[in-house]
């Protein structure tokens, strides 16, 4: 709680009550009770989604399953599992539902797949029959991406993308999963799949979210609006407040919804 309110105190000063009132009322407390009628799902959504979401580590699920079984009397074991479980059923309540409200789930799946890893290491025969194939389902899934890469994006996100150097990343995780699968042991596998992930995540942050910038963030937008206004002035915004404004001007901004407010 300190540092989300240490966050909260220096987000107050540097975007005043407007930007922590729609912050917390809007887009925390109205969200979980009425969604705003965005990404309406059912309740079961997050059970799908997050195994999605755990890619590439997705096929080591059921090995991590099976682990935290085998190993459920294990305090760490249970906090984990606690962990994922309250997180799920919290966010599985209300309508409004997206992938990265499980975010914070992450560290506690993080530390059960790597202790179902180490139980492989240990020498659970169970558990490494159930990771060498879910860890080799990586390299079909890069696979499967480098297709898409190769094919063209410009379909699938209504815009030109190069994607030369995504493409290339991919290849090298397709070799290095193949040099993985090739030893077929768990450690290979799992020294491939991390090696592999970070370059392709490496060169996808770097390379192509770069590219969807001018179109996506509003910071171009923001500066050109500092720029344009005569010395002294005040920046205001008309219509639905959106806190992103506010970040990227790096100001207070006067608002309004009607066009008389900013006569004066």
Known sequence: AVPVAAWLAAATVSGGREYVETLLGKHVVKRYFDSLGDHN????YFF???PKQMAPWTGLLPAMILFARATWRDRGVRFAVTWI???LLFFSYPPGKRGVYML???PAIALLAASALEAVAAGHERIRKLALPGLALVAVLFVAVLGVMTRGTEKLLGMRIDTVWMQRALGFGV???GAGVW???VKALARAVVVSTAAVFLVFYASVLGQLDPVKSSRAFCRQGVLLRNPGEPLGYFGDYLEQYTLFSGENLLLGKKSGEFAE
Not at 41 to 44: A, D
């Open 104 to 106: 914070p789930a992450f």
């Open 175 to 177: 070799v290095a999963m």
């Open 41 to 44: 799902h059912p309740f079961w």
């Open 183 to 185: 030893y077929w042991t």
């Open 48 to 50: 799908a989604d997050t």
């Open 85 to 87: 479980a309250c997180m």
